[in-house]
């Protein structure tokens, strides 16, 4: 008998500590790209029974793997398949704690699914604006772990930029209580912003008070036909003066992505789609009423169609329709997956680059590949790009990923670096990217990652080789 | 000759390098509160020439002293008596380096004074937020190195969320190229919050990446005489949900601290002193333009009106108008300081809290202290309350700072720790309040401050004393 796994029953209870039978829904990641070989899967329902297993962990020796929902993009929350690392699942601590809606703030549990927490929010007639695709089954402990972006960034920041204060185990199973609701606080370092986006590598979040916003009055959604990316930068300056903080999304699709979504699902209608280069979402958040926002709305497209920016444009009448105009959207990377295999990036530039990057980038991949197909859509407004490379039509797919995908990525990255940009927008690092961060931080900011890691995990058991490559 | 003024001579010129005459400017904080005496205080006019300072200074084992334009609260620049610390002053690194209007970002180096940088954004047509009492001589830098707060907190948040990327010099002397215009970037533990905030004890900020806003198109003021605090916490509520991201200032100010003014400033006349316990200044800022701002305004305050929480009510009619409003609030201090010697503290509680905070905390002093008066006023959209302990009228006033200051912040501050609150919401740290700080922070929280400052600092030569008190 494993003297670790009887520390770990005594911890959780028996029930809580899984070793048998298919536990690939911890195994495996969310991108099936890599099924490990877990220990055991630990399910603690307490922040003192995360601590007790963290402990149990530490005094022997073996790795963590923290893990929320699983729907992370990057393989960072999936156990390597040495069968020696614990899977430390946080799904039943799902508690809302608290609303203050005074204070703006609701207090949660990490096992919290986001959609949940965005209800418990509206609940007490207020709104929490993280929204991304995984919300239904992600954790909010994960995507503060991985500082998650999603469509409102624009507006309202990052995963970061909505938690006032974490709790927290860490690596020697002790617990830092951070949950402050307060909005102004100079006490010291940032351990909130270090924990956030670190992925689980410099402690396991149990805890955290998020920042809540008034619920919006209206929200629109319009679509525009836009001739080239520049165009689209001119129409995002527009957007900003006229609607202020009112803007909420701006996404930015190219033709051929577009083109594919009526291709696969023939049901839908893309706006405009042969008369335009690009078509570009935007959503405009009114705090005052429908009307008003209504007329901001038209006033700006107004604007940009005498500009010139803008060729043609539509603002939804109703909610079926602005549903319908997001589904669009939304569809694309399923259309994608349908039109067969491809390599995805996640990457971000300097808005103001985005159309030369995009030029250059476009022009020197059908250099190198005949024939390749780009599919480019993301949030432009936050200079996040899903900038996807699509085989040659009709070509073999698994020879073009197998023989290009390393390639592809070494051009992409290559360029991504000479435009100051980033590697990894909103995905995380994870395991997938880990060999590759030193390639693209400087020594500097390794060395200095490197000592804070060492500084607050000295043993090196949280989710070990996630984010930064292990040692040779 | 000492072997390091001659290093430092040699990295920035002997004109750079300063030993004797009046230092005042260098060695004598804001407040008055201490008169330090400097090795030299050396002036670098580039990132390398600050880089050449911490490897000398690294190499003899001297301290270092960030400065940039010496308006600290809490004596964190200046250096200590010893006659041993180098003050490492930025002021001549006063470059703006570039605007990027298109991705909404200005690059500064960190000697920048912030009305400077204010003005740049203002020449590229886009606007930067941070604005506070001393942004005529108080640099870039600093208020990074401080996460400074200020009046527009409530919308667009403090320093940290102001700024996307830094360039900083370490404790080895190494260069830290961080200077990302990205809003999205996921590789990586997050250094830039890490420096920021950490009052020169981690890093030299040497420049920044800033985030820029459209301007608004109007901006109005408003003063609402309210009878509570519980009803100036119902007004911030309706302000949140009738303005939206549109609300930029909400300041509250006791009739006390506002009695003040008219006292010894005979020419101002504050709105409704007699007839209400508070007064609100509330700020407007408006995408549209001036009559929608002014409609806006209008109905939030009748709907304040009906709902009991404001009794009286003025909108500004024009910008001196508006001037002359933030001018009562801008002279509280100064009314405070004419009234005589007072206790200064600068608190945070979450802003649900706030009502019942400010009414047990007054009955206490009252009843600790006969006769104390409270000057109470601050920034309620933030939670951040300058509570200020004033000597009973014709009282010895050098006496009550002697015997009761200890006391008062003791109460104070326990009262604080009640409450949830912060001892220090924008001021920082700095030698004043290092002493405090381990019976506010859990042994957890500071263990980890001291691990991340051995991890960075190894040495102990950045500013060292200040934030964490030194081991004994």
Redesign the interface.
């Known amino acids: 008998m494993n003297p670790l796994l009887s520390a770990l029953r005594a911890a959780v209870g028996a029930a809580n500590v899984l070793t048998e039978g298919d536990l690939s829904a911890y195994e495996l990641d969310w991108r099936r790209r890599s099924h490990g070989k877990a220990l055991a899967v630990v399910r603690p329902g307490t922040t003192e029974e995360v601590a007790a297993v963290v402990r149990a962990c530490a005094a022997a020796g073996t790795p963590i793997v923290p893990q929320g929902g699983n729907t992370g993009m990057v393989v960072g929350s999936t156990p390597d398949a040495s069968g020696r690392e614990v899977v430390l699942s946080l799904t039943r601590m799902n508690r809302i704690r608290s609303v ?6 609701l207090t949660v549990d990490a096992g919290c699914v986001l959609q949940n927490v965005q209800q418990a929010a509206e609940d007490a007639g207020l709104f929490f604006p993280l929204s991304l695709a995984a919300e239904g089954s992600c954790t909010i402990g994960g995507n503060l772990a ?2 998650a ?1 999603g469509t409102q ?1 624009v507006r309202y ?2 995963a ?2 909505l938690c006032l204060g974490l709790e927290v185990v ?1 690596a020697q199973g ?5 949950l ?12 909130r ?2 924990f ?3 992925e689980g590598t ?1 402690g396991v979040i149990t805890g955290a008070t998020l920042k809540l916003h ?1 619920q ?1 009055a209206a929200t629109l959604t319009a679509w525009a036909a836009v001739p080239s990316m520049d165009a689209a ?1 001119t129409l ?2 527009l957007a ?7 803007l909420t999304g701006f996404e930015v699709m190219g033709r051929f992505a577009l083109s594919l979504v009526p291709r696969h699902f023939p049901q839908q209608r893309v706006p405009f789609l042969q008369e335009s280069a690009y078509g570009v979402l935007l959503e405009n958040s009114d ?2 009423s429908e009307p008003h926002a209504r007329a ?1 709305f038209e006033k700006l497209l107004e604007a940009a169609m005498e500009d010139g920016c803008v060729t043609d444009a539509v603002v939804a009448e109703n909610i079926s329709q602005a549903r319908a105009l997001w589904h669009i959207r939304e569809s694309i990377p399923l259309a994608q997956a349908q039109e067969g295999l491809n390599i995805k990036h996640d990457i ?6 985005i159309p030369a990057f995009c030029a250059e980038t476009d022009a020197l991949l059908q250099r190198e590949i005949a024939g390749v197909r780009l599919v480019n859509f993301g ?1 432009l407004g ?3 790009l899903h900038y996807n490379v699509q085989a040659p039509e009709g070509g073999d797919m698994q020879a073009f990923l197998r023989d290009q995908e390393e390639r592809v990525n070494a051009l992409v990255f290559e360029q991504v670096r000479r435009f ?10 994870g395991t997938l ?1 880990a060999a590759k ?1 030193p390639h ?3 020594p ?2 390794l060395g ?2 490197r ?6 995990d000295p043993q090196g058991i949280l989710n070990p080789g996630r ?2 490559p292990l040692a040779d």
């Open positions: 203050d809606p005074d204070n703006l703030t991985t500082n972006g960034v920041g990052n970061r930029e860490t002790e617990v830092w209580q951070g402050s609701g307060l909005r102004k606080d100079n006490t010291g370092y940032d351990l912003d270090l956030i986006g670190s410099l008034p919006p930068l995002l300056g900003h003066r006229h609607l202020g903080a009112g705090q005052e901001l971000s530039i300097p808005v103001s680059r949030h936050d200079g996040n100051d940009g980033s590697i990894s927008a909103e995905h995380g690092i990217k961060l693209h931080k400087s500097v900011a200095m990652m000592a804070l890691k060492k500084a607050l984010v930064l």
